[in-house]
């Protein structure tokens, strides 16, 4: 049975092949989280303006959602600035599908 640590000629080993540096690691979680917030937070938003456009909300309840996503926005931005991540960087390319959030 062939040694799973040992590679052959050639091959590099998971090692060399996975990122291991905790604070790329931590980075990389961060970004997958907030880019997950943020695909909810723009979903809620676009909700809240069909509502809103349907005549389905209060005044009241309008200056709550805008407020709330306003707050949820800022929360956001200042979570980004903490890990040092763009907008950009939360718009993860799915490949032929395309980026996730839309521009």
Partial sequence: ??????SEPGETSPSER??????????GLATLVLTIVE?????MERQALRRIDAGDLSDQQIEQVGATLMRLADAMDELC??????????????GPLGPLLPR
């Fill in 1 to 6: 049975m062939p040694d799973p640590s040992r």
């Fill in 18 to 27: 996975i990122e291991l540096d905790p604070a790329t690691v931590e980075r």
């Fill in 39 to 43: 695909l909810i937070r723009q979903l």
């Fill in 81 to 94: 600035v903490h890990f040092g991540l763009s907008p950009a960087d939360l718009n993860i390319d799915l």
